[in-house]
C-alpha cells in the first residue's frame, strides 16, 4: 500500500475511508437523495413559499354526472399525444370520473371517433 494509490494488496479500497463508488446506489439516486415533487421550494425573497395548486376535476366544476362518448373534443382532452389515456394525478380527474372517462374513451375509439394510436409513432 503506497501513498500515492490507497488500496490494500487485493485492489479493493481499505475500509474506513468512504469510497465515491459505495456510496453511490447501484440503480440511480435514491428516492430520499432527491427533492419532492413539489409543493414547497426554499423560501425566496419575500419569504413566499410555492405551493403546487391542487387541480380539480373538471366533470365535478361544471356538474358534469356523465361523459358522453360522442363529445370528441372533451374526451380527446384526456389523451396523450400518443394516443394514451392520461392518469388521474396528471390531469387531476377524481376517480369516479376517471373510470367513465376510461369507457367513453373506449367507446369512441370503437366506432372510429377517436385513433387507437397515433400514426407514425
Known amino acids: 500500500m503506497t501513498p500515492?494509490?490507497?488500496t490494500t494488496p487485493g485492489g479493493a479500497p481499505p475500509q474506513g475511508i468512504e469510497h465515491a463508488a459505495a456510496e453511490r446506489h447501484?440503480?440511480?439516486p435514491r428516492r430520499d437523495d432527491?427533492?419532492?415533487?413539489g409543493g414547497r421550494r426554499p423560501?425566496?425573497?419575500?419569504?413566499?413559499?410555492?405551493f403546487r395548486r391542487r387541480k380539480?376535476?373538471?366533470?365535478?366544476?361544471?356538474?358534469?354526472?356523465?361523459i358522453d362518448y360522442k363529445d370528441v373534443k372533451v374526451i380527446g382532452q384526456f389523451i396523450?399525444?400518443?394516443g394514451k389515456i392520461l392518469p388521474r394525478?396528471?390531469?387531476?380527474?377524481?376517480?369516479?370520473?376517471?373510470r367513465q372517462l376510461k369507457v367513453a374513451i373506449k367507446r369512441a375509439r370503437n366506432i372510429?371517433?377517436?385513433p387507437f394510436a397515433v400514426a407514425g409513432h
Request: net charge positive.
Open 34 to 37: 432527491r427533492a419532492g415533487r
Open 4 to 6: 500515492e494509490n490507497p
Open 80 to 82: 396523450g399525444e400518443r
Open 56 to 66: 380539480v376535476c373538471k366533470f365535478c366544476v361544471e356538474k358534469m354526472d356523465h
Open 43 to 50: 423560501a425566496g425573497p419575500g419569504g413566499r413559499r410555492f
Open 89 to 98: 394525478r396528471v390531469t387531476g380527474v377524481c376517480a369516479p370520473h376517471q
Open 26 to 28: 447501484p440503480r440511480g
Open 112 to 114: 372510429a371517433l377517436l
